[in-house]
C-alpha cells in the first residue's frame, strides 16, 4: 500500500470512528479536502452521506435518509438515546455558541466547569443536596465530552472548549424551536420537583 493509500484509509477510518477536526489532524483534513469526491463515492455505498463543513473545519459521517424508491439498509451510524439532562445541556451549549458567534471576538467558546453548572442549574429539579446536583452535571458533562461536543482544555481539567461540530447536529430550525423546548424542560423540571415533594 502506498503512503498516500494509506493515508487515505487511515483518514476514512478517523471519520468512521467519529468527528474529523481540521485544527487536530490538519494532515487527514488535507486529504479529505483532496478525495471529497471519492469519499462520498464510498460512504454512499453504505447508506451514508458526508457532512464537510470547511468553514467551521470539521466533517463526520451521517446515516443518508434513502430515496422512496431505495431498501432501507441496515443502520451503521447508531441513533444515541440521550437522557434528558445531556439533550438539555447540549441545547443550552448550542443556544451558548450563537450568543458568543454574535459577540465576535475569538471563535472558541471557553467555557469552566462552573460556568456550565450554573446553565443548566434553572431547569433542573431543586435539590436540597447541593454536592448531589453537581455530581449529577459533571456526569452529564462528562457523557457530553465523551460525545465530543465539548473537549477539556490540556492542563486545564475545569475548562472546556465547545466544539463547533454541536452546530452540525444542532441545526437552525431545531434553534428556533428552542424556546418552546426550554418552556418544556421548566415544566418537566417543576413537576419532578413537585413530585419529589409530595413523596
Request: glycine share 6%.
Amino acid at each position: 500500500m502506498s503512503e498516500q493509500d494509506a493515508d487515505f484509509s487511515a483518514m476514512l477510518i478517523t471519520l468512521f470512528k467519529g468527528v474529523l477536526y481540521k485544527d487536530q489532524n490538519p494532515r487527514y483534513w488535507q486529504v479529505l479536502e483532496d478525495h471529497q469526491a471519492r469519499v462520498r463515492d464510498h460512504v454512499a455505498v453504505l447508506g451514508l452521506e458526508l457532512m464537510l463543513d470547511e468553514a467551521e473545519g470539521h466533517a463526520c459521517l451521517r446515516q443518508r435518509t434513502p430515496a422512496e424508491d431505495e431498501p432501507e439498509l441496515p443502520r451503521l451510524v447508531p441513533r444515541r438515546q440521550l437522557t434528558y439532562p445531556v439533550s438539555l445541556l447540549l441545547a443550552l451549549l448550542r443556544k451558548k455558541l450563537v450568543e458568543h458567534d454574535a459577540g465576535g471576538g475569538d471563535p472558541r467558546l471557553i467555557l469552566s466547569r462552573e460556568q456550565i453548572v450554573e446553565l443548566i442549574r434553572v431547569f433542573l429539579p431543586a435539590s436540597a443536596n447541593e454536592a448531589k446536583l453537581v455530581d449529577r452535571v459533571h456526569a452529564d458533562i462528562n457523557k457530553v465530552v465523551e460525545l465530543g461536543f465539548l473537549r477539556r482544555l490540556r492542563g486545564q481539567d475545569n475548562q472546556y472548549e465547545v466544539r463547533r461540530i454541536i452546530k452540525a447536529y444542532i441545526d437552525a430550525q431545531w434553534l428556533a424551536e428552542f424556546d418552546q423546548r426550554l418552556a418544556e424542560y421548566r415544566e418537566h423540571a417543576e413537576a419532578t420537583t413537585t413530585a419529589g415533594d409530595g413523596q
